[in-house]
């Protein structure tokens, strides 16, 4: 395996070699995905020093103009940020190298590389790993000192698309119940890139369901309902084939938050989520525990309430499985989008889930995405202050009816401009507020 990936070139680094201390050594995730092949825009580097790892960080901090933040003053780690990298400084633990890459989690993040002396240190045989994807501890002990390596076995096997070694496995399942001790935010965490990777992701929370890592956390997941995230894996990618927009509209989040996606909230985790919890009150309750955000766990349980809407409707045995959004009339596309609001792709993947018509799902996917369409996003051609100027309307509950209906007119088509909205209204008034309404003009 060629040492030649970014990570391990100091010419990649935002600073010099010569700036680093003769024992210092590269280490963890870096080196992993370097020997790997895995490259990202965002240089991300660790490094292990035996002495004044602090000190090396500040300095190095100092000569470059860049960020400094102490992370651990205890265990002597610092970190160093530049504008597209972060490099941190730790003293290692035990007395040696090699005892310090001992402690670590798995054997494919226990090599260290010395860039001075361009050598590998591999003492638990990670490299053999790496060449086999597998995933391997390095000891049962180094999972009970930190419980949510158990949960990140299966983060990691998902994200480097890794076998778990059968041993490991093994000792997951047995110390699966010291996963409660772990604080809700770092299990969150984990789970949230479960449940924004594709398939991949699935693969592995259904293993990590099966180790028994998700009962404390979300007790109602059953095999259908992770069967039913499978196939919004499915959707998500069917969707996004027939419309590339579709794929960044899921992975995205609420429009005043997009750099939320960055974290990992996202419409497509909100989906998930919602076939993961049951519809009893300890759902909101479990979303809660788990330290969602308050947008996070109002838009599931809106996709629990509207549930019913979304799924096939198979009380008529004589039809072949009629659909509700085969039918939709424009009336009720736009109520849908309405109730639904900006959790709609969450909407959407659902539905394709529970098995709507993939065409008409397409159908308003491109409404959706097309902020103009009147459907999916009306824009008012009257405000009340124009009912009031123009009708002599007085703000009242029939006000607000009246304004429903125009903008329920102008998704049918009936009305398109304000000169059709006003005659609409008149004629809504003359007829006491009745349903009744213009024929759009020929």
């Not at 895995?38 to 004044?52: E, G, I, K």
């Not at 759902?283 to 996709?303: D, G, N």
């Not at 103009?372 to 006000?399: E, N, W, Y």
Request: aromatic share 6%; glycine share 4%.
């Amino acid at each position: 395996m060629l040492a030649s990936a970014s990570a391990l070139l100091s010419s990649t680094w935002p600073f010099s070699l010569k700036d680093l201390p003769q024992d210092a050594y590269l280490v963890g995730g870096s080196v992993r995905d370097a020997l790997l092949g895995r490259q990202s825009p965002h240089l991300d580097l660790d490094f292990v020093l035996a002495h004044n790892a602090v000190d090396t960080a500040q300095a190095i901090a100092e000569c470059y103009d860049a960020g400094f933040v102490l992370l651990d003053a205890e265990r002597r780690i610092a970190r160093v940020v530049f504008s597209d990298a972060t490099a941190d400084f730790a003293e290692q633990m035990g007395g040696s190298l090699e005892a310090d890459l001992r402690r670590r989690d798995f054997t494919i993040n226990a090599i260290a590389y010395s860039p001075h002396h361009n050598r590998f240190v591999d003492p638990v045989g990670g490299t053999q790993d790496l060449k086999q994807n597998r995933l391997c501890m390095i000891s049962e002990q180094n999972l009970n000192d930190d419980p949510l390596r158990l949960l990140r076995a299966h983060r990691q096997a998902a994200q480097l698309k890794f076998d778990l070694d059968p041993n490991t496995q093994q000792s997951i399942r047995a110390l699966a119940h010291l996963i409660r001790r772990v604080a809700p935010e770092r299990v969150y965490a984990e789970l949230s890139y479960l449940l924004n990777a594709s398939r991949s992701g699935t693969k592995q929370l259904t293993s990590a369901w099966k180790d028994g890592l998700l009962k404390p956390w979300l007790p109602d997941v059953t095999a259908d309902s992770l069967a039913e995230v499978a196939r919004i894996d499915v959707a998500t990618a069917d969707l996004g084939r027939a419309n590339p927009a579709f794929t960044s509209c899921v992975l995205s989040w609420l429009r005043d938050q997009q750099q939320a996606a960055g974290v990992g909230r996202s419409w497509l985790k909100v989906a998930k989520l919602s076939c993961l919890t049951a519809d009893s009150s300890q759902a909101e309750a479990q979303l809660w525990q788990l330290k969602c955000s308050r947008a996070e766990v109002q838009s599931v349980l809106l996709l629990r309430q509207i549930r019913q809407h979304l799924a096939p409707d198979t009380k008529d045995a004589t039809t072949d499985a009629s659909l509700p959004w085969q039918s939709l009339t424009q009336r009720q596309q736009y109520e849908l989008f309405k109730q639904s609001g900006d959790a709609f792709p969450a909407c959407a993947l659902v539905a394709m889930a529970l098995g709507a018509c993939g065409d008409r799902v397409t159908e308003m996917m491109h409404r959706f995405i097309d902020a103009a369409d009147p459907i999916a996003h009306p824009d008012p051609l009257l405000t009340g202050h124009d009912l009031m100027a123009q009708l002599s309307m007085k703000p009242s509950p029939r006000m607000g009816q009246l304004l429903e209906s125009l903008s329920i007119a102008h998704a049918e088509g009936k009305i398109s401009d304000r000169p059709s909205a006003i005659a609409f209204a008149q004629a809504w008034i003359a007829g006491s507020g009745s349903d009744r309404s213009p024929e759009k003009p020929a």
